[in-house]
């Protein structure tokens, strides 16, 4: 059974030796949430199979101990984080869609032992000459749109992380300019260096760890070679470049994939005085570039190309209790998933745009495209890469635009909040349903019909109350609710169109 004895024993020394047990400052923080959520009980395809799921209730109570030391050279930093219960606990359960893709809605397991999830424990040394992180950490880079840690709740308007990228990582960053350019120089102190290692606990793409049956096994080992150069001057503004060399194999002689990931990100923000008023832009754009023998390839035996491109941008403008933004989006998308070329950028399944579209009804359009490829009855053993084409909730093949305006009234402290979203959304190449594709040999949506590009317009809204208690205690509630009007892709084989679509998720969270 895999062990995470040794990363525990090593952080184990560490803490002992690096922190003398009255100048640590020991934390014990958490947090609890609550969901109702309600939506519509989607039909994915044209024989009726329907999502069966309109009302459910899930928790989750995070527990996240930290040990830190500050010295007058630096200092350490252990933290874990690990969920007690996670999961369903009432109302109705999703369709079964043979273990493909978010699983979690298919089960009540909110106060099952499947429910304990160790996500973290690693230690981050501060000395002179630069940081030292190793351990069981999350892995996140800029706006969180290829690695995100899942660790943004307050963050995200619609929607709730519920993954976050874990891997175990030795990692070294450092100033290496700041000699070069003297120990005065403030440009020196500004430009950063990073270099590590990574072994992939859990992603999008791998699972280190999976359960089978009532055990434990090894999953999927994907390895990274990670390395970032950045420039942080200060709170306000950050540029850098994140590259990544990965190699996996997949699990059960699955295939391999061989990747590298380019990904340069920018944010800043400044007063505009004549306003009063503050002006804040932040980008990420990534490649991503290499070949996979994981993928439903018929065009060819042996490896899939794959060339894959994303972008997100956010401009903002806050002046008193307003806050307008728009944020724009582009991930490419490929109108064959059979042949030897894999072109579909995912976003991370924890980059948040919006409530229905992404997260209810592509989400399990393309499970239920899994589910049926799988099925024996169409060609025997499945096709290698099926677990691949549900999105989780990512963006994929999606061109999409999202204006946001925020409002905090006087009263109440600031305490509440009223959001309100557009989100208008067009695909790339057809969207087309794998499915479809592959037993009409046509380009074809999920109910048959021919693929169209117009996803339609969804609009979302959002209410929240948050009080501060006392220290680190807070209270959060609110309620969100979106409605997505679809457009020609969502067209059925009588011509008409798949009727609007909404979510509502009712909120509480604890904090600790």
Excluded: C
Excluded at 141 to 164: C, I, K, L, Q, Y
Excluded at 425 to 439: E, G, L, T
Aim: without cysteine.
């Amino acid at each position: 059974m895999p062990s995470n004895d040794r990363p525990m024993k090593l952080l184990a020394g560490l803490l002992a030796v690096a922190l003398p047990a009255a100048a640590a400052d020991v934390r014990f923080d958490g947090s609890y949430r609550l969901r109702f959520n309600t939506d519509t009980n989607l039909l994915l395809d044209d024989s009726q199979f329907a999502l069966g799921q309109s009302k459910w209730i899930e928790h989750r109570l995070r527990l996240t101990p930290k040990i830190v030391e500050v010295g007058p050279q630096g200092g350490v930093e252990i933290q874990a984080s690990f969920d007690i219960l996670s999961g369903l606990i009432g109302g109705d359960t999703a369709a079964n869609f043979r273990g493909y893709g978010l699983t979690g809605r298919s089960e009540r397991n909110g106060f099952s032992a499947s429910g304990f999830d160790f996500r973290h424990f690693f230690a981050t040394v501060r000395m002179p000459v630069g940081q030292l992180e190793v351990g069981q950490m999350p892995s996140h880079w800029g706006m969180g749109m290829v690695a995100n840690s899942g660790e943004g709740e307050e963050e995200t308007d619609f929607g709730d992380p519920r993954f976050g990228d874990i891997v175990d990582r030795l990692l070294f960053s450092m100033h290496p300019f700041q000699g070069f350019f003297g120990p005065k120089s403030e440009l020196g102190k500004q430009i950063g260096f990073a270099i590590g290692g990574d072994l992939v606990y859990r992603d999008r793409w791998a699972n280190l760890v999976v359960r089978n049956g009532g055990g434990l096994q090894w999953g999927d080992t994907a390895w990274e070679l990670v390395s970032s150069l950045f420039w942080d001057p200060g709170e306000s503004s950050r540029l850098g470049l994140y590259v990544v060399r990965r190699i996996q194999n997949f699990a059960a002689n699955g295939g391999d994939l061989h990747v590298w990931v380019f990904d340069g990100y920018l944010r800043h923000s400044m007063p505009i005085q004549s306003l009063a008023a503050v002006l804040s832009l932040e980008a990420e754009a990534a490649e991503i570039y290499g070949g996979t023998s994981h993928a439903p390839n018929l065009s060819a035996l042996g490896t899939t190309r794959v060339s894959q491109q994303g972008a997100a941008l956010r401009a903002g403008l806050a002046r008193g209790q307003f806050e307008a933004e728009i944020e724009g989006g582009y991930a490419s998308g490929d109108s064959n998933p059979f042949d030897d070329q894999a072109t579909a950028f995912q976003m991370n399944r924890d980059f948040k745009v919006g409530l229905v579209l992404f997260d209810e009804v592509l989400l399990f359009q393309s499970q239920n495209a899994a589910r049926r490829l799988s099925d024996p009855r169409l060609g025997g053993a499945p096709l290698p890469g099926l677990d691949l084409i549900p999105t989780e909730g990512a963006v994929t093949n999606a061109l999409y635009l999202k204006p946001t305006l925020r409002y905090k009234p006087p009263f109440l402290q600031g305490r509440l909040r009223f959001v309100g979203s557009v989100l208008f959304a067009r695909a790339p190449q057809a969207a087309i349903d794998p499915y479809q594709a592959f037993v009409s040999s046509a380009p074809r949506n999920s109910f048959g019909a021919p693929a169209g590009k117009n996803y339609g317009v969804e609009l979302d809204g959002a209410v929240g109350y948050r009080m501060k208690l006392s220290g680190p205690l807070a209270f959060e509630a609110g309620l969100q609710l979106g409605y997505l009007i679809p457009g020609d892709a969502f067209t059925r084989l009588d011509g008409s169109r798949m009727p609007g679509a909404y979510a509502m998720k009712v909120r509480g969270t604890f904090l600790f």
